[in-house]
C-alpha cells in the first residue's frame, strides 16, 4: 500500500509541533470501543486521526468506489486459496459483529466520522489487504490452511452431511468414469455373460465405484469437520464490556499464534511493524495523532513507537511472499511431468511405433477433458468454460505451472461479474444456520464470485484425479494378451538401455 493521507478538506493539515502519538486499541466489534474513540478524538483534537485501514477498505467504507473486483486477480496461482482465507477472516468478524449487534469496524468508521467533523486530517496506516492475505496464506502449513478452509466448511451442517455431500460429488465422477471406460473397475467382468448380463454388471460396477468413491471423499472430509467443530466449541464467551480489555484481547490474540506462529506473524506481527513505521513517519513530521487500532495490535505498535530503530526495514514488510521453496504440490506436477514425458520417450525409443501411443494419448486425452469439464460443469459452468477447461487439462495436467480452472474461469466471466460485496452476501448465507445443506449450496452456487472459484477450483480438482488415476486405471484397461502392463515395462527398460547406448556413443 502505498503512503495515504485524506482530510476533511482538499489538503492534510500542518503539523502543530514536535509531533506525538496516542494510541486507542479497540475491539472491531465493541459499542464501547466505538464511544472510546470519539471522546478520545473530542478531547486531544489532534492533528491526524491514524486508523487502521489501507485506501481500498477506506475508499468502501466511503463509498467513494466500486465494489468491482478484478476477477483475473482471482485466478492466478493461489490467490483462489487467498480468497479463502480472507473470506474466513470477514465471515469470523461479521459472525462477532452479529453476536454483539454492531456493524464491523465501527470503531474506525467512529473515528474517521469524528475527524471529518472536528476539521482533523486522516491518515490510512495498514498495509493492503490483499499482501497482508497473500502474506498470511503463504505462512501457513498445509494442515493449517486444510483447518482454515474446514472451519468455512464446517458452517454449511452437520461434518457427516458436508462430508458426504461434497463425497458424492467425486463418486459421480467416478461412475461417470466408469462407465466411460467401458469395462467393470471393481467388479469381476465374468459375473454374468451376454450382453444383458455385461450392461448389468457395468451398471452395478459403475454404482460401486460411486459408493466406494464417495465414501473414500466423505469419511475424511467429515472427520476433519468433526475436528473443526470440536475445536470451535472450546472458545470462550467473552463478555461484551471485556472485549475492550487489552488483556482478554491479547489472550485471543496468543490463542491465534498456537494456532498458527506464521499466519499470525504476517496478520499481526509485520502489520504491527508496518502501522508504526507510518506513526513514527508523521510524528518525525511534527504531527499531533491520535492512532485507533485493534487492541491486539497497541502492544506491538507502542513497543515499536518507544524504540524505533528496533522496526525492521519497510521493504521487509511489503510485496509478496514467496513461501517456503520446497512445494509438495509443484513437486507432485513435475514427477507427473517428467513421468508422462519419459513414458513417451522410453517407448518411442524401443521401437513403438504403431497405434498404441496413439490409444494411450488419447486416453490421457478424454480421462483428463472428461474429468475436469464433468466437474466444472457440476460447479456452475457454463458449457463452453467446461469445454474450454476440459480441453486444455491433458495439456496443464502435466505441466505444474499451468491449470484448467484458470482457462474455465477466464471464459465464464463472459457470463457473470464479481464484486466485493459478493463477500457479504456469502456471509448472508452462512449465517443461516436452520436452512438445508442443499439449500445453502444453491444459494452460494448463486453468488457469482462464490461460483467462479468453485468453478475454477473443481476444474484443477478434475483434472488432478484423473492424473493420479490414469496409470492404475486406464494403462491396464489398454493392455491386451500380448501387451500387457508387464510388456510396457519391459518396452521402457529397453527404451532406457538404447538411450543409455545412444548417449554413450555419442560421449565415447
Do not use: C
Not at 476533511?8 to 464501547?32: F, L, N, Q, R, Y
Not at 486521526?49 to 468506489?65: H, N, S
Not at 504403431?354 to 488419447?362: E, N, P
Amino acid at each position: 500500500m502505498t503512503e495515504h493521507a485524506a482530510s476533511a478538506g482538499d489538503d492534510p493539515p500542518a503539523p502543530s509541533g514536535d509531533g506525538s502519538v496516542t494510541v486507542v486499541g479497540t475491539a472491531h466489534v465493541s459499542e464501547h470501543s466505538v464511544e472510546e474513540v470519539q471522546s478520545t478524538i473530542a478531547e486531544r483534537r489532534p492533528d491526524m486521526v491514524a486508523v487502521e485501514l489501507d485506501e481500498g477498505r477506506y475508499q468502501q467504507m466511503k463509498g467513494e468506489t466500486p465494489d468491482d473486483l478484478d476477477a483475473s486477480d482471482l485466478l492466478r496461482g493461489n490467490t483462489v486459496f487467498q480468497f479463502l482465507a480472507y473470506w474466513m477472516l470477514s465471515y469470523v468478524q461479521t459472525r462477532l459483529g452479529e453476536r454483539f449487534d454492531i456493524e464491523p469496524g465501527a470503531d474506525m468508521k467512529a473515528a474517521i466520522d469524528t475527524a471529518e467533523e472536528l476539521g482533523l486530517g486522516v491518515a490510512l496506516v495498514d498495509r493492503d489487504i490483499q499482501t497482508t492475505v497473500q502474506r498470511f496464506w503463504a505462512r501457513l502449513t498445509l494442515r493449517e490452511k486444510l483447518t482454515l478452509v474446514g472451519s468455512l466448511m464446517a458452517e454449511l451442517g452437520p461434518p457427516l452431511t458436508v462430508g458426504f455431500t461434497v463425497g458424492s460429488v467425486f463418486g459421480l465422477l467416478g461412475a461417470v468414469l466408469a462407465t466411460t471406460l467401458g469395462g467393470p473397475l471393481l467388479l469381476p467382468a465374468g459375473v454374468l455373460s451376454g450382453t444383458i448380463g455385461g450392461t448389468v454388471v457395468g451398471i452395478l460396477d459403475a454404482v460401486l465405484v460411486g459408493v466406494v468413491v464417495t465414501t473414500l471423499v466423505g469419511v475424511p472430509i467429515a472427520a476433519l469437520l468433526t475436528r473443526v467443530r470440536a475445536g470451535g466449541e472450546d472458545v470462550e464467551e467473552f463478555d461484551l464490556e471485556e472485549l475492550t480489555d487489552t488483556d482478554v484481547v491479547g489472550a485471543m490474540m496468543e490463542e491465534f499464534r498456537r494456532f498458527s506462529p506464521g499466519g499470525a506473524e504476517a496478520l499481526i506481527d509485520e502489520r504491527d511493524a508496518y502501522i508504526a513505521h507510518r506513526l513514527v513517519g508523521l510524528r518525525e513530521a511534527g504531527y499531533d495523532v491520535v492512532a485507533v487500532v485493534g487492541a491486539g495490535h497497541r502492544e506491538g505498535i507502542e513497543h515499536y513507537l518507544a524504540h524505533p530503530e528496533e522496526l525492521p526495514p519497510i521493504d521487509s514488510l511489503t510485496g509478496r511472499e514467496t513461501g517456503s521453496r520446497f512445494s509438495l504440490y509443484k513437486v507432485v506436477g513435475y514427477l507427473i511431468t517428467l513421468g508422462f514425458l519419459a513414458f513417451f520417450v522410453l517407448l518411442a525409443m524401443a521401437g513403438v511405433r504403431d497405434t498404441f501411443l496413439l490409444q494411450v494419448f488419447a486416453a490421457w486425452f478424454f480421462m483428463n477433458g472428461i474429468a475436469a469439464a464433468g466437474l466444472a460443469r457440476l460447479a456452475g459452468a457454463h458449457w463452453s468454460s467446461s469445454l474450454v477447461g476440459g480441453g486444455i487439462a491433458w495439456m496443464t495436467s502435466v505441466n505444474p505451472l499451468l491449470a484448467p480452472g484458470w482457462f474455465a474461469g477466464y471464459v465464464e466471466l463472459r457470463y457473470i461479474s464479481v464484486n466485493v460485496g459478493d463477500i457479504g452476501k456469502l456471509n448472508e448465507i452462512l449465517a443461516d444456520e436452520e436452512a438445508p445443506i442443499l439449500d445453502l449450496v444453491k444459494r452460494l452456487r448463486a453468488v457469482p464470485l462464490f461460483r467462479l472459484i468453485l468453478i475454477v477450483a473443481m476444474t484443477n480438482v478434475g483434472s488432478m484425479l484423473a492424473s493420479f488415476a490414469f496409470p492404475v486405471v486406464v494403462l491396464p484397461y489398454l493392455a491386451t494378451q500380448d501387451r500387457d502392463v508387464a510388456w510396457v515395462v519391459s518396452k521402457m527398460i529397453e527404451g532406457a538401455q538404447n538411450s543409455a547406448d545412444l548417449v554413450w556413443g555419442l560421449v565415447a
